[in-house]
């Protein structure tokens, strides 16, 4: 079979690689950048364990060809840390025992990623009803959805620190 070239933007840097066309982009992402933080789970959308941001939007990766990424930005949960530092996101799902066997929580992580940075309030049922799309079959899910109201409060902190750094 005949290879293309893809490039893209993977957490902020610029990658270019000759793939299969048919190569999805979760396989990409892992198989050759060696970025394995993005879970293979089901292969069809259901568990959302793939979750990245593609162009700013959530996305099971599972299911999108890499090629359809070529010219895009791609965040992976290795590119949400500053400099070693955990993400807010990151940091509440440990403080408030979002996780437990870990699987799912990359998924779980850039889904909310993606949702805080929207910049709403949200309620604990908009919370669960976003993060429907992603299955933990550890955690029941209270941790999680606290992780995220954490998390919220954790950037709006940082957001007034900055703000008040830049007077």
């Not at 976003?130 to 933990?136: F, P, V």
């Not at 079959?137 to 957001?159: F, H, N, P, W």
């Amino acid at each position: 079979m005949k290879r293309i070239t893809v490039k893209m933007e993977v957490n902020g840097k610029e990658v270019e690689r000759e793939i299969d066309p048919r190569m999805l982009l979760a396989t990409f992402v892992r198989d050759e950048l060696k970025l394995t933080g993005t879970h293979i789970g089901c292969d069809t959308t259901n568990c959302g364990a793939c979750t990245l941001l593609l162009d700013g939007k959530a996305v099971k990766s599972c299911t999108v060809l890499a090629a359809s990424a070529s010219g895009k930005k791609v965040i992976t949960i290795e590119g949400i840390s500053k400099n070693g530092t955990m993400h807010p996101i990151q940091k509440a799902f440990v403080e408030k025992h979002g996780l437990q066997c870990g699987f799912c929580t990359p998924g779980m992580i850039m889904t909310s990623y993606w949702l805080l940075g929207k910049g709403k309030k949200l309620s604990r049922e908009e919370i669960r009803k976003y993060l429907s799309g992603n299955l933990c079959r550890c955690t029941g899910y209270q941790g999680i959805v606290d992780s995220v109201e954490y998390a919220a409060e954790l950037m709006e902190s940082e957001k007034a620190k900055e703000k008040a750094r830049n007077r």
